[in-house]
């Protein structure tokens, strides 16, 4: 019987997201609180704004800086439709160390149709998070068979 890996191989090299956020002091201090993010390294421009810095997210590298007039934060712009999907080994643990620091629930943690159990977040800088932990591998036809099924149009046809 093969072990179920708690991230998939396909999601541990990803696009490597840049977040803009408006105080990116406050923003690296959060994501080492309630995600458990640790710091690669940092560049500080002349007047104490973070023009780069690198942190991992469950292995996840991530790149994050502070907003300017040319490229803006989601409070900036009235929010983000970008929504950040990260697996880590046990997405409970994790929403709840992130509500207890600060960020927003949205969706609490429960077993998916695709074979994760998830929870959705937004950070106190209005980036969405989705996290994960993998529960069963199953094939696109078995996803869209409990979907259907969720649905309830299972065995129909269109």
Do not use: C, K
Request: glycine content about 10%.
């Amino acid at each position: 019987m093969s072990v179920t890996e708690t991230v998939p191989a396909a999601y541990r090299h990803a696009v490597v997201p840049h977040l803009l956020v408006d105080d990116a002091d406050a923003a690296l201090a959060f994501y080492e609180r309630a995600f458990g993010a640790e710091p690669r390294f940092r560049l500080d421009g002349d007047q104490g704004e973070v023009v780069h810095a690198e942190l991992t997210v469950a292995g996840a590298v991530l790149m994050l800086g502070d907003a300017r007039d040319d490229l803006r934060s989601p409070a900036g712009l009235g929010g983000t439709p970008v929504i950040l999907h990260v697996y880590v080994p046990d997405v409970d643990a994790l929403t709840a160390r992130a509500t207890a620091a600060g960020a927003e629930l949205l969706e609490g943690p429960a077993d998916q149709f695709h074979g994760d159990r998830t929870a959705m977040l937004r950070d106190p800088f209005g980036h969405l998070w989705i996290f994960l932990t993998h529960l069963e591998d199953l094939t696109p036809e078995q996803i869209a068979e409990r979907l259907a099924e969720a649905n309830g149009t299972a065995g129909a046809t269109g």
